[in-house]
């Protein structure tokens, strides 16, 4: 089964705000799009990921994950992430009705194709399913098979509201890089020990060197 995976980017300008703590107003932006481009590049290269969907009002963002292989849908104004989410959504199936889909994190780092494989691969038994962040609290993949909506629910207790709407939790171990979001800088540093992607890797070791 290959699957068309939604990725959503919020305004660069805008992003990872709770990661103050760690990067100033000037980093948190380059950062972000490092977290979106490396999130990108493993899920382009996982076997089972057809292709890469990307909605996003940034010019920025958009050009380098254009640029990267993934397919940009321009958002919608006013949109929040769930919203945007059903826009991608939508997109994807005006093109390829019969594609499964997910709905992917875009600030996961340090993500693995395989794992990222194995995830799929689970999902594919059930009409909806989500995988729970490292935290227990949100979700940081939510699929639908063709034929289902997607219905996003994410934000706060996410996890909570796609189990009450009906989606399976995927129960899975071994699977920590499709887990790990970074919103903090206690996230960042647990995805930085799971093993990141170049992008974030380069960006996070002038981090790490300017603050000593």
């Keep these: ?26 980093v948190r932006p ?18 089972a990921v057809a292709d890469v969907a990307v909605v996003t009002d ?3 963002a958009g050009r380098e994950l254009a640029a990267l292989g993934a397919r940009v849908v321009a958002e ?11 826009q991608g959504a939508r997109a994807v199936r005006a093109a390829r009705p019969e594609a499964p889909l997910a709905a992917l994190n875009a600030d996961l780092p340090a993500l693995r194709p395989a794992e990222l494989a194995r995830v799929l691969a ?13 935290a227990g609290i949100g979700t940081t993949l939510l699929s ?12 706060p207790d996410s996890r909570a509201r796609h189990r ?25 540093r647990t995805a930085l020990s799971l093993g990141v992607g ?11 060197t300017a603050g000593q």
């Design 1 to 26: 089964m290959q699957w068309t995976l939604v990725v959503p980017v919020k305004s660069l300008a805008r992003a990872k705000s709770r990661l103050a703590d760690t990067a100033d107003d000037g």
């Design 30 to 47: 380059d950062l972000a799009l490092a977290f979106a481009l490396d999130t990108a590049a493993a899920a382009l290269a996982c076997p």
């Design 58 to 60: 940034d010019p920025r």
């Design 76 to 86: 919608e104004p006013g949109g929040a992430l769930n919203a945007a989410l059903a």
């Design 122 to 134: 689970a999902a594919a038994a059930f009409p909806r399913a989500f995988l729970a962040d490292a």
């Design 144 to 155: 639908a098979r063709p034929g289902r909506e997607l219905a996003p629910a994410f934000g």
């Design 164 to 188: 009450a709407s009906g989606a399976a939790e995927l129960g899975l171990t071994a699977v920590d890089s499709v887990r790990q979001d970074v919103d903090t800088g206690d996230d960042l």
């Design 198 to 208: 170049p992008r974030t890797a380069a960006l996070a070791a002038r981090l790490l």
